[in-house]
């Protein structure tokens, strides 16, 4: 049985890996059709690909394009039927801050708790800011939609985690005050101690502020994951129009190994 899936007004960049989701670099024409494949399927690998639709609206999509045989041979292809896998819908319990899809998802690995308090295993998370506000065309202002960065299981869409101006109504996060305005921008990421896990967020608002989150594993709490929050920097004011700066790309984080700019040697 051979399902079409039509989906209009996709806006967005895909992101799509194997199995592990090591991020590969997106393989999609504008139709949809896979140019490229870059594993070999010979152990149970997959590829899946997860895009969301800018303006089309408030959903993030995943879909399996697992080629139908193994890919042994370099330079070869197989055939390729894309399986429909899950939804993220804006405006849901879940994800009620979620605006128009503009944020790039991330595939990264996180530590969490376990059940014993004080361990923490790796694993692998989805992670993208809350999106744009139609609001904010021509205009400079707060907002309640996008004004949030979620944590998903990129298996299944479910939300892990949520950070947000606004409070949720459940599941486990932190309200941060300040953070009110959308966030349409990639999030950038930073392993910093160099165990292999994410610790770090780096993202910008389009009320000009940037915030840094420190992720660390919910301790006793199986597949939990807590964040602490803190504003860097507000480079926008409303006082005039040149000074109405808004972010809609990540920033760039590199880790400094010399004492030169600070009292430490090892800094972001």
């Known amino acids: 049985e051979v399902t079409r899936i039509s989906l209009f007004g996709k806006d ?4 799509s890996g194997p199995q592990g989701w090591h991020q590969v670099e997106s393989f999609l024409d504008r139709s949809g059709n896979v140019l490229e494949k870059r594993f070999q399927d010979t152990s149970g690998d997959f590829v899946r690909v997860i895009v969301g639709m800018r303006r089309g609206g408030n959903h993030y999509y995943a879909l399996d394009v697992t080629p139908a045989t193994p890919l042994t041979v370099p330079g070869t292809i197989a055939p390729t039927y894309p399986k429909y896998l899950w ?16 944020s790039r998802p991330t595939v990264a690995t996180v530590r969490v708790g376990t059940s014993t308090a004080g361990l923490s295993e790796v694993r692998d998370v989805l992670i993208f800011a809350g999106g744009y506000d139609e609001s904010q065309d021509g205009a400079f202002g707060s907002s309640t939609s996008g004004n949030a960065i979620y944590i998903a299981d990129p ?14 109504s459940a599941g486990a ?13 990639d999030v950038s990421v930073l392993d910093a101690n160099g165990d292999g896990a994410i610790d770090r967020i780096y993202v910008g608002d389009t009320g000009g502020q940037l915030w840094r989150i420190d992720l660390a ?10 964040a602490v929050v803190g504003k860097l920097a507000t480079v926008s004011s409303s006082a005039s129009e040149a000074d109405k700066r808004k972010f809609f790309y990540p920033p760039d984080v590199v880790q400094m190994f010399d004492g030169k700019y600070s009292d430490v040697s090892r800094y972001d």
């Open 12 to 15: 967005g960049s895909p992101i």
């Open 87 to 102: 939804r993220i819908d804006g405006g849901s319990a879940d994800y009620p801050q979620l605006g128009q899809s503009w």
């Open 155 to 168: 298996l299944t869409g479910a939300r892990k985690y949520w950070i947000s101006g606004t409070a949720h």
């Open 173 to 185: 996060g932190v309200q941060v005050p300040g953070m009110t305005y959308p966030i349409p921008s």
């Open 217 to 226: 594993p919910a301790s006793g709490s199986p597949g939990g994951v807590k």
